[in-house]
């Protein structure tokens, strides 16, 4: 099987299907996610980790797969859809 990187909407198609219902991607700026960020009381130090993976994430560098699972193990990484199958209660 072909190991790719799941885009915004394959993550939430599989959420969909998954946990059967639908799953909106709100898809805030960089300015309005980290003061919701800060307006919640989360640390200066969480808000910093917070603004990379934004940034990472909206320059779709994410998309990129990566093939360190199988290197490491011999066998290919989770599916997003079996992660989320295995463990519904924290998705909901």
């Known amino acids: 099987m072909r190991q790719s990187a799941v885009s915004a909407v394959g ?4 959420l969909d299907n998954v946990l059967g219902r639908p799953i909106r991607y709100a898809k805030p700026s960089e300015d309005q996610f980290l003061a919701q ?10 808000v910093a980790v917070q603004k ?4 990472v994430v909206r320059l779709n560098i994410s ?3 990566n093939h360190s699972i199988r290197t490491l193990t011999g066998r290919p990484a989770t599916t997003l859809r079996q992660c989320v199958a295995d463990n519904t209660q924290a998705w909901r």
Do not use: E, K, M, Q
Not at 11 to 14: A, D, F, I, K, L
Not at 52 to 55: L, S, T, V, Y
């Open 11 to 14: 993550r939430g198609t599989s």
């Open 37 to 46: 960020l800060r307006a919640d009381n989360f640390p200066a130090d969480y």
């Open 52 to 55: 990379i993976i934004h940034r």
């Open 63 to 65: 998309v990129f797969p």
